[in-house]
């Protein structure tokens, strides 16, 4: 469906405006491409006659039904096309901004621009701007799942992957976080005024490359399947507590029931019959520190009481069925 609402990830707002929409053939899809030609900005700069202004990023969702199963399976794919990194003393992204105010010559006012021209002035370095934070980011975070790679063989703690940074991370991060295959396209230039761009974009691309992840795919949707599991063991139970109730009886049994009591220690209390009280009269108690000789003995004896028999074995199946069942 579409989404006109601001969509957030986390507490912040990512996407604006239109940007979804579902896609029922090959014309609505091309459709929908040519809108999106034509929504990207584009500019003339001193590097390049047509600038992209800012990242594009095209997702495309698959829903679809495996054959034997109730639940669906999501999968997507992103194709970016990432805006090249920009020196502001190249572009010349900067020579047509004029500060607001001006200032007061005489009688006249001299210089000035408005706070909606200034802005309006300066849109070239703002789109500059966050190109290169997104790439930086972009950047960062490939070095952290570099060190996380490496750390995790030397036992060392992983550090931090800054998703978040950038509003182009966090949409790309589940392309980068080891659940989907990944492929980056580097591109360069020949010119010899570049070279210093090409051999960081090189640098970045053999970065990429050091980059090993197992692709673990989407989960399996599972539940239909636990469900008739857990279906087939309630019927289980039902059929065994069945048989139990058929087969199970009270009888009258003896038993020897064993308690383990400590012994009387009879040492420790001395009444000295003839010695005078302080409060008067003969007979003192004399309390003597534990000597070590109290212990513990055992003590069996026979009781009779009723006991359910018959279905022993029935028993323990139901509690295996249960195990399972908890462990589901």
């Not at 990512?14 to 034509?38: H, T, Y």
């Not at 990207?40 to 698959?62: D, P, W, Y």
């Not at 309630?234 to 058929?246: G, K």
Request: hydrophobic share 30%; proline share 3%; glycine share 8%.
């Amino acid at each position: 469906a579409n989404r006109a609402a601001a969509q957030r990830m986390g507490p912040r707002y990512i996407l604006e405006g239109q940007c979804e929409a579902p896609i029922g053939d090959r014309r609505a899809f091309a459709e929908f491409l040519r809108k999106g030609e034509a929504n990207k900005r584009k500019a003339k700069t001193a590097m390049n006659e047509r600038s992209s202004r800012a990242h594009t990023i095209l997702i495309l969702r698959l829903r679809q039904r495996p054959p034997g199963r109730q639940g669906f399976v999501e999968s997507s794919l992103s194709l970016v096309d990432l805006g090249g990194s920009e020196r502001v003393s190249k572009s010349k992204a900067n020579e047509d901004i004029r500060a607001p105010g001006g200032c007061q010559v005489g009688d006249e006012h001299v210089g000035g621009v408005s706070w909606q021209e200034y802005y309006a002035c300066r849109q070239r370095v703002t789109e500059t701007n966050h190109i290169n934070k997104g790439l930086l980011t972009l950047k960062r975070c490939i070095q952290a799942m570099v060190q996380r790679q490496s750390g995790a063989k030397a036992g060392r703690e992983p550090p931090r992957v800054p998703f978040y940074d950038s509003k182009l991370t966090q949409l790309l991060e589940p392309a980068l976080s080891g659940h989907s295959r990944t492929s980056f396209v580097v591109c360069c230039s020949k010119e010899d005024v570049h070279a210093e761009e090409t051999v960081q974009t090189l640098r970045f691309g053999k970065m990429c490359s050091n980059i090993e992840q197992e692709c673990k795919g989407g989960e399996p949707d599972t539940s239909a399947v636990i469900v008739q599991a857990l279906q087939q063991i309630d019927e289980q139970i039902r059929e065994v507590e069945t048989e139990i109730r058929r087969k199970e009886r009270w009888e009258w049994r003896r038993k020897t029931e064993t308690h383990t009591v400590d012994e009387k220690d009879t040492g420790g209390v001395v009444c000295n019959r003839e010695e005078e009280m302080e409060l008067g009269g003969k007979g003192a108690v004399e309390i003597l520190a534990d000597d070590g000789t109290s212990k513990k003995q055992t003590v069996q004896h026979e009781v009779w009481g009723q006991v359910l028999v018959g279905a022993e074995a029935e028993n323990a199946r139901r509690e295996e069925l249960l195990r399972r069942r908890q462990a589901l």
